[in-house]
C-alpha cells in the first residue's frame, strides 16, 4: 500500500473494524482478495483520473493502492487493472471478489470466447490478455472469482443481502481505490480552466439557438409580409396615386436595430431582388459599422434610378446590371426619408 493510502486509513469507512478480523481470509484453501477501482471526475473526459485497490485484510503488507496508468480512465479499466495487480503479486490460490460486474461475467463467461475470436473488438484487450494468460499459467482452478454487492450498508447486512465481512472487504477496497484516483487528481486551476471553457461553450451554444430562433421569428414575418399584394388595391384616375401610395406605404418593413438586420439578412444594409419562389435574395451589401439602434427600412424599387439614388447615399455598390434587376432596398430610415421614400410602418 502506499505512503499517502496508509496515512488515509485512520480516515477509511469502518476503520475501527480493523482489529475485528484476521489479518487474511480463507474461502475454500484460497485466499480472498477484494478488488475495486474508482474513478472521479466522471462526467469530464478530459479530467477523470482513476485508481485501482486490493485489500487482503486490515494491515496487510500486500495491501494495494494506486493510480490507473494510460490515457484512458474509467471504472472497468481500474476494476481489471485490480485484478490483474492480484494474479501479479499472489502465489498462492486466490479468490478474488469484486463488484464489477463487468469484470466477473467477462472473466467467468466470455473469457474463452474472445480469446477463441482473437480479442477481436474487446474493449481494453491488453489487460484482458494479460489476465488470461496469468489464469492460464496456473493450475485449473487455482483462481476464482465472484460478485458481491457494492457500497452495501448495514441494512443489507441485516437483511442478509450480504456478508459484513464481504462488505467490510468491499469498503477497503473502494477506499483504496478511490485514494490512487486521488493521488494524480487534476490540480485545481486546470479543473477551474475546464469549467470555464465548459461554461463559454454553453453560452455561445444558447446565444446561437436563440439566434436561429429569432431568425425565423423574423423571417416568417418577412414572408407574411411579402405574401401581401404589391399593386394597386383598385380604383384608377385620381384615386390611383393614393392608392399606389397606400400600397407602397403597407410594403414598408420596419426593423427596430441592427442586431435584428444581422437576424434578417446576416448583412448590413443591401439591395434584394425577388427570387422565382417569391422570396427575398440579397445581390449587393456593404459591411460597415452602424449605431446599434439606427432604424432601417424595406422599400420597393420604383426604378434603376431609384435604386442608384438611394444606394449611393448609403454608400452601397451596385452595378447597372444589379440596379436593373433590384426589387428592394434595406437602408437606414435617415437615408430614405426626404428622398420619395414612405415612412417607416412600426
Not at 494491515?59 to 484512458?72: K, M
Not at 383598385?234 to 390611383?240: E, K, M, N
Not at 434578417?264 to 449587393?284: D, F, I, K, Y
Not at 452602424?290 to 424599387?301: D, F, G, T
Amino acid at each position: 500500500m502506499s505512503e499517502h493510502s496508509v496515512a488515509a486509513l485512520a480516515t477509511a469507512p469502518d476503520a475501527h473494524l480493523d482489529h475485528e478480523h484476521p489479518a487474511e481470509t480463507f474461502l475454500e484453501g484460497k485466499v480472498v482478495v477484494y478488488t475495486d477501482g474508482a474513478c472521479i471526475r466522471n462526467q469530464h473526459k478530459a479530467l477523470r483520473r482513476a485508481g485501482c485497490g486490493a485489500f487482503w485484510g486490515p494491515g496487510h503488507i500486500q495491501n494495494w493502492s494506486a493510480p490507473l496508468r494510460g490515457h484512458c480512465q474509467t471504472n472497468q479499466r481500474a476494476e481489471l487493472q485490480a485484478v490483474v495487480h492480484v494474479l501479479q503479486h499472489e502465489a498462492r490460490d486466490v479468490h478474488i471478489k469484486s463488484d464489477s460486474e463487468y469484470v466477473v461475467k467477462g472473466f467467468l463467461h466470455h473469457r474463452l470466447a474472445w480469446r477463441a475470436l482473437g480479442w477481436r473488438k474487446v474493449s481494453h484487450r491488453d489487460l484482458w490478455q494479460a489476465l488470461d494468460e496469468l489464469v492460464e499459467a496456473r493450475l485449473p482452478g487455482a483462481v476464482h472469482m465472484s460478485k458481491v454487492k457494492g457500497h452495501a450498508t448495514h441494512r443489507d447486512v441485516k437483511a442478509g443481502r450480504v456478508m459484513f465481512i464481504d462488505k467490510t472487504g468491499n469498503d477497503w477496497a473502494d477506499f483504496l481505490a478511490t485514494t490512487g484516483a486521488a493521488q494524480h487528481a487534476a490540480s485545481e486551476h486546470v479543473v477551474q480552466a475546464a469549467k470555464a471553457r465548459l461554461l463559454v461553450g454553453r453560452s455561445v451554444q444558447h446565444m446561437m439557438a436563440n439566434i436561429v430562433s429569432q431568425r425565423n421569428t423574423i423571417a416568417n414575418a418577412f414572408r407574411a409580409r411579402a405574401e401581401k399584394p404589391d399593386g394597386s388595391s383598385g380604383g384608377s384616375g385620381s384615386g390611383s396615386g393614393s392608392s399606389s401610395s397606400n400600397s407602397s406605404r403597407a410594403s414598408v418593413l420596419t426593423i427596430s436595430s441592427d442586431e435584428d438586420c444581422q437576424l434578417v439578412t446576416g448583412l448590413s444594409p443591401c439591395v434584394l431582388r425577388r427570387t422565382a419562389r417569391g422570396r427575398r435574395q440579397v445581390v449587393s451589401c456593404v459591411h460597415h459599422q452602424r449605431p446599434s439602434q439606427e432604424r432601417l427600412q424595406l422599400h420597393p424599387v420604383l426604378s434603376p434610378s431609384d435604386v442608384s439614388r438611394m444606394t449611393r447615399a448609403a454608400m452601397i455598390p451596385v452595378s447597372r446590371f444589379t440596379a436593373a434587376h433590384a426589387d428592394w432596398v434595406l437602408l437606414p430610415a435617415r437615408v430614405l426619408q426626404g428622398r420619395g421614400a414612405p415612412s417607416a410602418v412600426d
